[in-house]
């Protein structure tokens, strides 16, 4: 116990009558005395990392929480260019990715799109690499969107819903009562004759299949087109015309009372 008191090495006695003293001396290889006890060599081994057996994965960028934002085109159409189609060319701005991958350099693009026949102001073309770049981001998209503007085409009889149209033919309160012809020049330049073998009211809607918008991604295909009436009443009528619209209504009302008795 005194060896072990007074450390390793130490001057130990064995007594008074004195056989011999001296310096102890360990020989052995202490590392394999802790493996007999511990089974390693090496008392840190399991807290050390050997190197060769880590695999190097290369440092990722941290997403920007600042995300370029998208960019998005209105583009003015009329109802014509809608059901015809059109090629439109247009400017924009975006900011480019410099080399060093920190700084953007705004640039001015120029963009042809075609408009085809169909679109509507619900129709959104995407072109995912046209929009702006920033720092470990994903480029972020150019957005084209629609807008009905009819300014500068003249006077525009039709209106759209959807794949239909509806189209108003103004009249006056004569040619209502005798259902006098007419023709509708359509959105591409056609003409289309009308007799309606009715007398018309505003409350008639004649309808075409087949005349409406083209139908998008269906080609040769369209809605319907809806013929409504604006009847323009006279703002005066002169006595003897009152008295000979009397005498028509009434005739008219006997006779077809008469089919209805018979």
Do not use: W
Not at 168 to 187: C, G, M, Q, W
Not at 221 to 250: D, M
């Amino acid at each position: 116990m005194a060896g072990l008191k007074n450390g390793v090495g130490a001057e130990t006695k064995k007594g008074d009558k004195g056989k011999t003293s001296g310096v102890y001396s360990f020989c052995g290889n202490s590392f394999d005395i802790f493996e007999k006890v511990f089974g390693t060599k090496n008392p840190f081994a399991e807290n050390f990392v050997d190197p060769a057996t880590v695999e190097l994965v290369p440092k990722r960028e941290t997403p920007s929480e600042d995300e370029p934002d998208d960019i998005v085109i209105p583009l003015d159409c009329s109802i014509f260019e809608f059901y015809n189609g059109s090629i439109k060319t247009f400017t924009y701005h975006r900011d480019e990715l410099q080399p060093d991958g920190r700084s953007t350099l705004k640039l001015e693009e120029e963009m042809v799109i075609e408009v085809k026949p169909g679109f509507d102001t619900d129709t959104e073309l995407k072109f995912p690499s046209k929009g702006n770049e920033a720092p470990a981001c994903k480029q972020s998209p150019l957005k084209v969107v629609f807008r009905l503007n009819n300014e500068g085409v003249g006077e525009v009889n039709f209106k759209r819903k959807g794949n239909d149209l509806y189209y108003i033919h103004n009249l006056s309160l004569e040619d209502a009562l005798v259902s006098k012809p007419f023709s509708i020049r359509t959105l591409d330049g056609r003409t289309i004759n009308l007799n309606l073998d009715e007398v018309i009211t505003p409350q008639t809607i004649h309808e075409i299949q087949g005349e409406g918008m083209p139908i998008l991604g269906k080609e040769g295909k369209k809605g319907t087109l809806f013929v409504k009436f604006n009847i323009v009443f006279p703002e005066k009528l002169q006595v003897n015309y009152k008295q000979e619209i009397i005498s028509i209504l009434t005739a008219h009302g006997e006779e077809a009372e008469r089919k209805g008795n018979g």
